[in-house]
């Protein structure tokens, strides 16, 4: 089974910086792999598809990049609203495996 | 409008059943694969469960094999989780999702004496 470990699991940023999440998997899984949003309380909002594709109505300072094993998600300016708990998910193959989580906070 | 409903989740004690719904609305159902996907408190994110959209092909995590049955009703665009020897390890929030996109807003199970 694909594994996918996320990187940093925490990390505080202030509005205005920009904030790299990374996502590295065991075994390549192309680009076939989607990161998502979730806020306390909230289910999960898709922001990112096959790596590197904006959700429609996700902000533009979201990006993604990568394939193969290793994968970013870019949040360019953080904004008080993006402060929330960010997972990376493989469509590569089943089990479909979640990374770990990062939980971006306040500094 | 796009929408997830799941109901079905509650207090059941360990070795107890429990079936969960997912009525979705604003698509069509009948095109899409659907998932079970849940969150232990405090915890990540956990693929559960995935059916594909004429029920051909249906597969699980280890975790759940062998106790859950994930299911599909086209014709009442629903999607079921039953969930049989449930343990405590079993409490969660559970949600159903259409692929990648759409996500329910999830029904908590807590599987306790």
């Known amino acids: 089974a694909i594994q996918l470990t996320q990187s940093p699991s925490s990390l505080s940023a202030s509005v205005g910086d920009r904030v790299t999440i990374t996502c590295r998997a065991s075994?390549?899984?192309?680009?076939?792999l989607a990161w998502y949003q979730q806020k306390p309380g909230k289910a999960p909002k898709l922001l990112i598809y096959d790596a590197s594709s904006l959700e429609s109505g996700v902000p533009s300072r979201f990006s993604g990049s990568g394939s193969g094993t290793d994968f970013t998600l870019t949040i360019s300016s953080l904004q008080p609203e993006d402060f929330a708990t960010y997972y990376c998910?493989?469509?590569?193959?089943?089990?479909?495996?979640f990374g770990g989580g990062t939980k971006v906070e306040i500094k | 409008e796009v929408q997830l409903v799941e109901s079905g989740g509650g207090l059941v004690k360990p070795g107890g059943s429990l079936r969960l719904s997912c009525a979705a609305s604003?698509?069509?159902?009948?095109?899409?694969?659907m998932n079970w996907v849940r969150q232990a408190p405090g915890k990540g994110l956990e693929w559960v469960s995935s059916?594909?959209?004429?029920?051909?092909?249906?597969y699980y995590a280890d975790s759940v094999k062998g106790r859950f049955t994930i299911s599909r009703d086209n014709a009442k665009n629903s999607l079921y989780l039953q969930m049989n020897s449930l343990r405590a390890e079993d409490t969660a929030v559970y949600y159903c999702a259409r692929g990648i996109d759409i996500w329910g807003q999830g029904t908590m199970v807590t599987v306790s004496s």
């Open positions: 998910q493989q469509f590569n193959s089943y089990p479909r495996a």
């Open positions: 075994q390549g899984i192309s680009s076939a």
């Open positions: 604003g698509f069509t159902f009948s095109s899409y694969s």
């Open positions: 059916i594909s959209s004429s029920s051909s092909y249906i």
